[in-house]
């Protein structure tokens, strides 16, 4: 139990924090609201 509390017992290197800012990639992994199909499809259901 005593373990399970220290998961925020870390620190993160420059270099971390470096690689972990190469993963934002500034694009939605699922689907974009401003896609004219996706918006078109959205509306379409449920009829």
């Known amino acids: ?18 690689q972990i800012a190469t993963l934002d990639t500034k694009q939605t992994q699922f689907f974009s609201h401003r896609d004219p199909a996706f918006v078109e499809m959205i509306l379409q259901y449920g009829n």
């Open 1 to 18: 139990m005593e373990q399970n509390l220290n998961v925020f017992d870390f620190q993160l290197s420059a270099e971390d924090m470096s």
